[in-house]
């Protein structure tokens, strides 16, 4: 079946430095794979849609600049949190459609 | 935006009593799902209903489908105390032959705690 591969499933980093976290689709190719974050307790909230070699698409109050979205690959999509605070750990998780829908096994950042 | 309530919000039960869960959305939809989440992991895909579905089953799941209430729920029979998970139905509008296809709309989610 279809496999979504993330890393790191867990980091903690200093405020103010970038955090990048990687989505693999291992063996299907996915032209838009999907970034969603989760808070402690709550539901997932899409953050952007990332398009193969072109921009991603955010959500309404989803920064673009700070959330960096780069889809070079159709098998690689990567997230990087830049200027981490406190506030923006949480669970981030991607997803793709190859077979069905799949999911990465999420990453859970920790900004200190 | 999330536009899927659910309802209980958190629901505690014993070992063998059966677990409903209930997901109300807002929008015209292609299919819902429901996924399952351990404590702090990645989401575990249960079931996929499609619009045009009034009723699936999979092992002891059972999920029905209302589109003329927008609203869906989910039964877990006999329930294990290893079925103790936040459970989360998720919305796709366009399904396959969307160009959003994969974009999904989650719910608020229901804890289930089952105690042995």
């Known amino acids: 079946g279809a496999v979504v591969s993330q890393h790191p499933s867990r980091v903690i980093c200093k405020s103010g430095t970038s955090v990048k976290i990687e989505c693999r689709s291992l063996?299907?190719?996915?032209?838009?794979m999907f970034w969603y974050r989760q808070f402690p307790k709550q539901s997932l909230m899409l953050m952007a849609t990332?398009?193969?070699?072109?921009?991603?698409?955010?959500e309404q109050g989803v920064e673009k600049d700070k959330f960096l979205i780069n889809h070079a690959s159709l098998t690689l999509s990567t997230l990087t949190v830049t200027s981490a605070h406190p506030e923006d750990s949480s669970f981030y998780i991607c997803?793709?459609?190859?077979?069905?829908?799949?999911f990465g096994s999420g990453t859970r950042l920790t900004v200190v | 935006s999330q536009q899927g309530e659910e309802d209980p919000q958190a629901l505690s039960i014993q070992e063998g009593e059966n677990a409903t869960m209930n997901c109300s959305y807002k929008?015209?939809?292609?299919?819902l799902q429901w996924y399952r989440q351990n404590s702090g992991r990645g989401l575990v895909h249960l079931i996929l209903?499609?619009?045009?579905?009034r009723e699936k089953h999979s092992g002891r799941l059972r999920v029905t489908l209302d589109t003329s209430k927008k609203s869906s729920s989910l039964l877990i029979t006999a329930s294990r105390a290893a079925d103790t998970a936040s459970y989360f139905c998720?919305?796709?509008?366009f399904g396959a032959g969307g160009t959003s296809y994969g974009k999904l709309t989650f719910g608020q989610g229901t804890i289930l705690t089952v105690h042995p």
């Open positions: 997803s793709a459609t190859g077979l069905g829908y799949t």
């Open positions: 063996d299907f190719q996915a032209t838009t």
């Open positions: 990332s398009n193969e070699g072109s921009k991603a698409t955010y």
């Open positions: 929008t015209s939809i292609n299919n």
């Open positions: 209903i499609r619009s045009n579905e």
């Open positions: 998720a919305t796709d509008p």
